[in-house]
T-cell receptor, first 108, second 115 residues
Framework: SQQGEEDPQALSIQEGENATMNCSYK?????LQWYRQNSGRGLVHLIL?????REKHSGRLRVTLDTSKKSSSLLITASRAADTASYFC????????FGTGTSLTVIP | GAVVSQHPSWVICKSGTSVKIECRSL??????MFWYRQFPKQSLMLMAT?????????EQGVEKDKFLINHASLTLSTLTVTSAHPEDSSFYIC???????????FGPGTRLTVT
């Protein structure tokens, strides 16, 4: 399987805390992306980091990429209850692959 | 940004019947669309790549005669689940890539329940 791993599978934090999710992938990549999915809904693109980049910021999101370790992390700072969702990493190699996902619960 | 729609958003059908799900790109043309299946609390699994004007490409383990894909135009791809069984109950999501193919625009998904 080309599917990557994400950890933790589930994460529960208090509002205002930071949330960190990690993604491990298996293939060489052109870029890596993070998506958010609210329960029973489609996916929303959050951020893309190219294979020659190491870190990228977008608002409260910070993404890192380590191609030598084939891993990426997503940090959500100052979390809000509305951030409660599942988060998936995805990458393009010779096709589009998804990680296993992290379910984040932010407790108000 | 680009929008991808799906219809219906949810459907309930009886075992043995067929169900058609539509995926439309609303403000851009998509020569390629992707169909995914997602079981509860799991990630998305690519089922097939829909190609406008040619046959779809199916992932290993996906029955092409059961999941019929037709990419009729540059803005429409359809997935027909034939002879549906309860185990086909799932969340089906389509997507279309951006022009540089680096990002995907996802449809809102279709919840299929087979009774």
């Amino acid at each position: 399987s080309q599917q990557g791993e994400e950890d933790p599978q589930a994460l529960s934090i208090q509002e205002g805390e930071n949330a960190t999710m990690n993604c491990s992938y298996k293939t060489s990549i052109n870029n890596l992306q993070w998506y958010r999915q609210n329960s029973g809904r489609g996916l929303v693109h959050l951020i893309l980091i190219r294979s020659n980049e190491r870190e990228k910021h977008s608002g409260r999101l910070r993404v890192t990429l380590d191609t030598s370790k084939k891993s990426s992390s997503l940090l959500i700072t100052a979390s809000r209850a509305a951030d409660t969702a599942s988060y998936f990493c995805a990458w393009t190699g010779n096709q589009f692959y998804f990680g296993t996902g992290t379910s984040l619960t932010v407790i108000p | 940004g680009a929008v991808v729609s799906q219809h219906p958003s949810w459907v309930i059908c009886k075992s043995g019947t067929s169900v058609k799900i539509e995926c439309r790109s609303l403000d851009f043309q998509a020569t390629t669309m992707f169909w995914y299946r997602q079981f509860p609390k799991q990630s998305l699994m690519l089922m097939a790549t829909s190609n406008e004007g040619s046959k779809a490409t199916y992932e290993q383990g996906v029955e092409k005669d059961k999941f019929l894909i037709n990419h009729a135009s540059l803005t429409l791809s359809t997935l027909t689940v034939t002879s549906a069984h309860p185990e086909d109950s799932s969340f089906y999501i389509c997507s279309a890539p951006t022009r540089d193919s680096y990002e995907q625009y996802f449809g809102p998904g279709t919840r299929l329940t087979v009774t």
